[in-house]
């Protein structure tokens, strides 16, 4: 219990320092759109939030928050898909798919975990849209929903799992994970803001340069070796592979994340704007991130 309250405050610390230095810097370079690293500082303070609960008072705590985390994910999603009257008892059964994953998470049921919604629910859920819904828009809402669960609550759900499947070093495997997300995120963008010239794709999120990337990874990585073993049980060197794994995979979540809302925002250009400081921006790349990292610690690590 001390090494964990001594972990958290000097995390606690590091925010407080890194908000105080984004507001100074913010203010000094007023023409530099520094909005998007404001939005993922937030979504650092939620995170260790989620991260205290599930420290110093019970794994449960922490997961219920994190089942709300997943509902609002989901909830932001639906609202940017141009669903019709036959589509709404489709998101009633996804919101319901919600609790039920998360239930086999408190139970520490595996299996079920693992096939729920990638077998069950999605051969499940065309159900409703095909009983007297008709044919019409079936496939584009179905299969939009189908890619909801799965990054929204499938992929982010692996986040509450960490704390049972291994309730030592669970707590520090989330909070690792999300720093280093989160890190190479801002990594990425800034260094696009500074030095970025060739943009990966350009037309759903301009923010996205090969500079970029190849900062971001280069920091994520070594940031990886040397936090590892001193907050984690991963040696130096399996830090190194996940931290480039999750840099990988943090930037496939965000540019998938980022066609996503473009295909189904095409034609309404000022919600396109508004998704840019939306909530989901803040999480894109832990809907990857958050599954590989948990499947590759699983599978090589025995404590899990």
């Known amino acids: 219990m001390n090494s ?3 972990t958290l405050i000097l995390i606690f610390a590091a925010l407080l320092v890194i908000h105080f230095i984004y ?3 913010s203010k000094i370079q007023k023409n530099q759109d520094y909005s998007v690293i404001g939005l993922r500082i937030k979504t650092w303070w939620g995170m260790f939030f989620i991260f205290c609960l599930a420290t110093l008072f019970n794994p449960i705590v922490s997961l219920l928050s994190l089942m709300v985390l997943t509902f609002f994910a989901l909830k932001e999603y ?7 009257k036959a589509d709404r008892r489709l998101f009633l059964w996804a919101y319901l798919a919600i609790p039920i ?6 139970i520490g049921w595996y299996g079920m975990f693992i096939v729920f919604i990638p ?3 999605f051969l499940l859920l065309p159900l409703p849209r095909l009983i007297n819904k008709g044919t019409g828009g079936f496939l584009r809402s179905v299969s939009s929903t189908q890619w909801g669960l799965m990054l929204m609550v499938f992929g982010l759900s692996h986040l509450a799992y960490f704390p049972f499947a291994t309730p030592q070093y669970g707590g520090r495997l989330v909070l690792f994970l999300v720093l280093l997300t989160q890190l190479n995120d801002v990594v990425h963008y800034v260094a696009s803001m500074y030095i ?10 301009a923010s996205l340069t090969w500079e970029g990337f190849a900062c971001a990874f280069i920091v994520t990585a070594i940031t ?3 936090v590892a073993p001193v907050l984690t049980p991963l040696g130096a060197n399996f830090g190194l592979v996940t931290g480039m794994l999750i840099s990988l995979s943090g930037f496939f979540g965000s540019l998938t994340v980022s066609v996503l809302k473009r295909d189904l925002l095409i034609g309404d250009d000022p919600k396109v704007d508004n998704e840019k400081q ?4 803040r999480i894109d790349s832990l809907t990857y991130t958050a599954p590989v990292f948990f499947h590759v610690v699983r599978y090589v690590m025995d404590f899990m």
Do not use: A, E, H
């Not at 994953?101 to 408190?106: A, G, S």
């Not at 970025?196 to 999120?205: D, L, M």
């Not at 939306?278 to 921006?281: G, K």
């Open 4 to 6: 964990s309250l001594i």
């Open 119 to 121: 077998i069950y629910v």
């Open 196 to 205: 970025g010239k060739r943009k990966i794709v350009p037309t759903s999120n």
């Open 23 to 25: 507001i100074i810097v």
């Open 278 to 281: 939306s909530y989901l921006s």
């Open 224 to 226: 990886s070796y040397f």
């Open 101 to 106: 994953q998360f239930y086999w998470i408190y």
């Open 78 to 84: 639906f609202s940017m898909i141009r669903s019709r």
